[in-house]
């Protein structure tokens, strides 16, 4: 079962992100979780077996693209595709807002999840992205 996670899910979401090792010292996976979960064009997804949090993702969209982080399935419940039930929620929930493109951005040292992507049918974008911390 998936569905959008609430402020009592944010434990078990920063956990499994944790064990997904989806986390990074220069972000806070607690703020993110509340800005992306009460956000008004964002949303995080959740899979469930039983009452356990087993995978999610983060989506949001700006009007023109849809975007997806914090994708992550425990490492007990990969090759089940799950991570792809994930993805298809999140094409859902971005197609659902009128919103034509759904994009990831992959970290240069996972090269293993470029696969999964591929597998699910993304293209390689030629772009290079620029950022600024504040
Ligand atoms: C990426 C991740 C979410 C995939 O989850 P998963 O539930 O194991 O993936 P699925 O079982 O849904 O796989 C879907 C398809 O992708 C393929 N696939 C999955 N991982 C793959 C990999 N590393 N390389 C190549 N193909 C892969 C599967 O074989 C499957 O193909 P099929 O539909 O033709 O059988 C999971 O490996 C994960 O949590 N990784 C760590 C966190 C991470 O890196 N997240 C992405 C950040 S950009």
């Not at 064009?41 to 356990?52: H, I, Q, R």
């Not at 039930?85 to 990831?104: S, T």
């Amino acid at each position: 079962m998936i569905r959008p996670l609430a402020a009592g899910d944010r434990e078990a979401a920063v956990a499994l992100w944790h064990a997904c090792g989806l986390t990074r010292p220069w972000n806070d996976p607690h703020a993110d979780f509340s800005r992306a979960a009460e956000g008004p064009s964002s949303a995080v997804l959740g899979a469930f077996e039983d009452t356990t949090l087993i995978g999610s993702a983060m989506v949001g969209h700006d009007g023109h693209r849809g975007w997806v982080y914090y994708l992550g399935v425990h490492p007990e419940h990969r090759q089940r595709h799950l991570g792809r039930a994930l993805m298809d929620a999140c094409e859902a929930w971005v197609r659902e807002r009128g919103v034509p493109k759904i994009e990831v951005m992959v970290r240069g040292d996972n090269a293993a999840t470029r696969g999964f992507y591929e597998a699910l049918g993304y293209g390689l974008e030629d772009v290079v992205v620029y950022s600024r911390r504040f």
